[in-house]
């Protein structure tokens, strides 16, 4: 049988939450030694560890089947592969910066300038967009330095707390995108390997459902339970159990992550007391 090729990242920002990802669904792997490449015991994928910037190509010509790596990166190569889904880790804004002293009003401000970057194809799209003329100079790291060496006079790089930008004397001025990793994949993928990106689809799913999710177990007044059930959703709607103390009830269900406190604030409010909040291991909806 066939098995799936995945490129991830060798050495880099995204190399562990992306074997992090592959051990949540469940998936074996060894990465003791220092190989380019090894297989799962326990699933039909054999994992490729290479460059971030030559996965979209590798996936597009199919030496890869599917790839994890930065959406910035699958903008800036634009590569014909199919974008699969957003796996919500290695988050990043896409900025543009100038030298912290200059009066900054608006785009126009770029008219006629330089702009030292990394990443001229998003870049150019960007002002071709704004309809603004800009000269762009593409290089290859340490751009933050263009601007004090005379390179250029401003620079369009990832940004994630602006202390680099600040230590090389540079603000922020605009946001030009945000990306965050995702999953790709060759676009002529056979019916098998298809079956598998599938499956592998189908248990990221469930990782990124649960961590999205908490269980939630309290204790509440009966007669305050109908305000109570009405503040919790739940995947269909909670589970009431009788508690032995008469006038109580044992409520259980899921909440999500992000209206986690306000929820429980709420709950507490009306009564709800021994209130348990559990971490969810898998959750298939
Ligand atoms: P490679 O050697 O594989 O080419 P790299 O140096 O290009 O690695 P990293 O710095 O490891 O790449 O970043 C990989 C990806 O992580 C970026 O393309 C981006 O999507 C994401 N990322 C998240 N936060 C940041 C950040 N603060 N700086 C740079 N990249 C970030
Ligand atoms: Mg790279």
Same mark, same amino acid.
């Given at each position: 049988?066939?098995?799936?090729?995945?490129?991830?990242?060798?050495?880099?920002?995204?190399?562990?939450?992306?074997?992090?990802?592959?051990?949540?669904?469940?998936?074996?792997? /060894?990465?003791?030694?220092?190989?380019?490449? &090894? !297989? /799962? #015991?326990?699933?039909?994928?054999?994992?490729?560890?290479?460059?971030?910037?030559?996965?979209?190509?590798? +996936?597009?010509?199919? $030496?890869?089947?599917?790839?994890?790596?930065?959406?910035?990166?699958?903008?800036?190569?634009?590569?014909?592969?199919?974008?699969?889904?957003?796996?919500?880790?290695?988050?990043?804004?896409?900025?543009?910066?100038?030298?912290?002293?200059? $009066?900054?009003?608006?785009? /126009?401000?770029?008219?006629?300038?330089? $702009?030292?970057?990394?990443?001229?194809?998003?870049?150019?799209?960007?002002?071709?967009?704004?309809?603004?003329?800009?000269?762009?100079?593409?290089?290859?790291? #340490?751009?933050?330095?263009?601007?004090?060496?005379?390179?250029?006079?401003?620079?369009?790089?990832?940004?994630?707390?602006?202390? &680099?930008?600040?230590?090389?004397?540079?603000?922020?001025?605009?946001? $030009?995108?945000? #990306?965050?990793?995702?999953?790709?994949?060759?676009?002529?993928?056979?019916?098998?390997?298809?079956?598998?990106?599938?499956?592998?689809?189908?248990?990221?799913?469930?990782?990124?459902?649960?961590? !999205?999710?908490?269980?939630?177990?309290?204790?509440?007044?009966?007669?305050?339970?109908?305000?109570?059930?009405?503040?919790?959703?739940?995947?269909?709607?909670?589970?009431?159990?009788?508690?032995?103390?008469?006038?109580?009830?044992?409520?259980?269900?899921?909440?999500?992550?992000?209206?986690?406190?306000?929820?429980?604030?709420?709950?507490?409010?009306?009564?709800?007391?021994?209130?348990? +909040?559990?971490?969810?291991?898998?959750?298939?909806?």
């Amino acid at each position: 049988m066939s098995k799936l090729k995945i490129a991830i990242q060798k050495s880099g920002r995204l190399s562990e939450k992306s074997l992090e990802l592959l051990k949540d669904c469940g998936i074996k792997i /060894s990465t003791s030694s220092r190989k380019l490449r &090894t !297989e /799962s #015991s326990n699933f039909p994928i054999e994992v490729l560890f290479l460059r971030d910037d030559d996965i979209p190509q590798y +996936v597009e010509q199919g $030496v890869a089947d599917i790839g994890i790596l930065g959406e910035n990166e699958v903008w800036e190569k634009a590569k014909d592969v199919n974008t699969i889904r957003q796996l919500g880790f290695a988050g990043c804004k896409m900025c543009l910066a100038i030298p912290k002293d200059e $009066v900054y009003t608006d785009l /126009s401000y770029f008219e006629g300038k330089k $702009v030292a970057t990394s990443y001229p194809r998003i870049l150019g799209n960007f002002f071709q967009d704004n309809n603004i003329n800009v000269k762009i100079e593409e290089i290859g790291g #340490s751009v933050e330095i263009a601007p004090s060496i005379g390179l250029a006079n401003a620079i369009f790089d990832i940004v994630s707390t602006g202390s &680099t930008l600040l230590t090389n004397g540079l603000k922020q001025v605009e946001t $030009v995108v945000e #990306s965050q990793a995702v999953l790709i994949s060759n676009k002529n993928l056979e019916t098998e390997k298809q079956a598998i990106v599938d499956r592998l689809l189908f248990r990221i799913e469930a990782v990124k459902q649960s961590s !999205e999710n908490k269980y939630i177990l309290l204790n509440a007044p009966n007669e305050k339970l109908e305000e109570i059930i009405a503040l919790l959703p739940g995947m269909k709607s909670p589970t009431v159990l009788p508690l032995a103390q008469e006038g109580w009830s044992s409520i259980h269900t899921v909440i999500k992550e992000d209206t986690f406190w306000d929820i429980i604030e709420q709950l507490k409010a009306f009564g709800a007391e021994g209130i348990l +909040v559990l971490e969810i291991e898998k959750m298939i909806l």
